[in-house]
């Protein structure tokens, strides 16, 4: 689809959000959730716990989202622990409360299983889930979204692979079995996402990568950062972090927008924020980079239109 005028050049955004763990913090992600589909993403990821752990509220919340706000649904779904059969009934699930658009993952061991427990082993992995995805949608087709599979990149490297070669391939590999976009992992620095782009450019990817931003609060947020990425946290932002007390929002915004600045200008197609259930930092990162302009275009037009960009 072409847009024209301002939707055209705009860059475009889209959100994650997790389960709520209490009552108490439901209502605080339902008033987020409201702040964070007002302003227009193309659409907003639902986090799924390993084993199914928090398959319910997943499903709660893609339900929230879609009865009750104009934000675009994507489920999360992860194959650890969990049979084709009882995964595919979840898909079904998923698609029956009116989601189409999928993010598909093999998901980390259980606490206390490693990866060679037959638990663990035995599962579908991300190119099978994409597939299983694809015939479900062949068993449901959808009538209110175009339904699109996303999955899981790693400029870093996933802390299984041994190489940047073989994170390529298997990402391609997943290109080959039907992912229309991929989503990054969280990093620091801008270089980290356009080589992983541009290696994989080179090696045969062509959808789109859509690098995953979270801007950080606390200093120990920072740190689970630092251990996704798999590299050390920007020395200056910690300092500053621990120079504030180790609570700083700002300065989470600040890291982020200039990320996300520098980001958009080597090409890639749109920002996804980790919202960690927040919507202050990442709108504030949102407003200054002057992405918060309302259009009349729909959520699912926003995702199409971000997917099938050709870009970065
Ligand atoms: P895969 O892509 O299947 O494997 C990861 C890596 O392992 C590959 O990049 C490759 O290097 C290597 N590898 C695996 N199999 C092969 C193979 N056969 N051949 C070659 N190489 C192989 N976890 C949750 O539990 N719930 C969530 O909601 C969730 N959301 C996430 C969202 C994003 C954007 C990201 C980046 C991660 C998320 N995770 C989530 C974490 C994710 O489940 C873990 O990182 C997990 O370890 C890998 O899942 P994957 O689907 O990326 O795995």
Same mark, same amino acid.
Request: hydrophobic share 45%; proline share 7%; aromatic share 6%.
């Given at each position: 689809?072409?847009?024209?005028?301002?939707? #055209?050049?705009?860059?475009?955004?889209?959100?994650?959000?997790?389960?709520a763990?209490?009552g108490?913090?439901?209502? #605080?992600?339902?008033?987020?959730?409201?702040?964070?589909? #007002?302003?227009?993403?193309?659409?907003?990821?639902?986090?799924?716990?390993?084993?199914?752990?928090?398959?319910d509220?997943?499903?709660?919340?893609?339900?929230y989202?879609?009865?009750?706000?104009?934000?675009?649904?994507?489920?999360?779904?992860?194959?650890?622990?969990?049979?084709?059969?009882?995964?595919?009934?979840?898909i079904?699930?998923?698609?029956?409360?009116?989601?189409?658009? *999928?993010?598909?993952?093999r998901?980390?061991?259980?606490?206390g299983?490693? /990866?060679?427990?037959?638990?663990?082993?035995?599962s579908?992995?991300?190119?099978q889930?994409?597939e299983?995805? &694809?015939? #479900?949608?062949?068993?449901?087709?959808?009538?209110?979204?175009?339904?699109?599979?996303?999955?899981?990149?790693?400029?870093?490297?996933?802390?299984?692979?041994r190489?940047?070669?073989?994170?390529? /391939?298997?990402?391609? &590999?997943?290109?080959?079995?039907?992912?229309? *976009? &991929?989503?990054?992992?969280?990093?620091?620095?801008?270089?980290?996402?356009?080589?992983?782009?541009?290696?994989?450019?080179? &090696?045969?990817?062509?959808?789109?990568?859509?690098?995953?931003?979270?801007?950080?609060?606390?200093i120990a947020?920072?740190?689970k950062?630092?251990s996704?990425a798999?590299?050390?946290?920007?020395?200056?932002?910690?300092?500053?972090?621990?120079?504030?007390?180790?609570?700083?929002?700002?300065?989470?915004?600040?890291?982020?927008?200039?990320?996300?600045? /520098?980001?958009?200008?080597?090409?890639?197609?749109?920002?996804?924020?980790?919202? *960690?259930?927040?919507? /202050?930092?990442?709108?504030?990162?949102?407003?200054d980079?002057?992405?918060?302009?309302?259009?009349?275009?729909?959520?699912?037009?926003?995702?199409?239109?971000?997917?099938d960009a050709?870009?970065?």
């Amino acid at each position: 689809m072409l847009l024209t005028g301002s939707a #055209a050049t705009r860059a475009r955004f889209s959100f994650e959000v997790f389960p709520a763990r209490s009552g108490a913090a439901a209502l #605080a992600l339902g008033h987020a959730v409201q702040h964070l589909s #007002a302003a227009g993403p193309d659409f907003i990821s639902v986090t799924y716990g390993a084993n199914g752990s928090n398959r319910d509220a997943s499903l709660d919340l893609l339900r929230y989202l879609r009865g009750n706000t104009d934000a675009l649904p994507l489920a999360h779904l992860t194959t650890v622990g969990e049979t084709p059969d009882a995964i595919r009934a979840t898909i079904h699930g998923i698609m029956d409360a009116g989601v189409h658009d *999928f993010l598909a993952l093999r998901g980390d061991p259980p606490r206390g299983l490693g /990866e060679d427990d037959p638990a663990v082993s035995g599962s579908l992995d991300a190119v099978q889930l994409v597939e299983l995805i &694809a015939q #479900a949608r062949a068993e449901r087709p959808p009538l209110t979204s175009v339904g699109r599979t996303a999955v899981a990149a790693y400029p870093n490297g996933h802390p299984l692979s041994r190489s940047r070669a073989e994170d390529i /391939e298997w990402l391609i &590999a997943k290109q080959e079995a039907g992912a229309q *976009f &991929a989503i990054t992992q969280l990093f620091f620095r801008a270089e980290e996402y356009l080589g992983f782009v541009d290696d994989a450019r080179s &090696a045969g990817l062509e959808i789109p990568v859509l690098p995953g931003l979270m801007p950080v609060s606390t200093i120990a947020q920072l740190r689970k950062v630092a251990s996704l990425a798999g590299r050390p946290a920007p020395p200056e932002l910690e300092r500053a972090l621990e120079e504030a007390g180790g609570y700083a929002p700002e300065l989470g915004v600040e890291h982020t927008r200039e990320l996300a600045r /520098e980001l958009l200008a080597g090409g890639a197609p749109s920002i996804h924020l980790y919202t *960690f259930n927040r919507h /202050e930092q990442v709108l504030a990162v949102l407003r200054d980079l002057e992405l918060l302009t309302p259009d009349p275009v729909s959520p699912a037009h926003h995702l199409r239109s971000a997917v099938d960009a050709p870009n970065s």
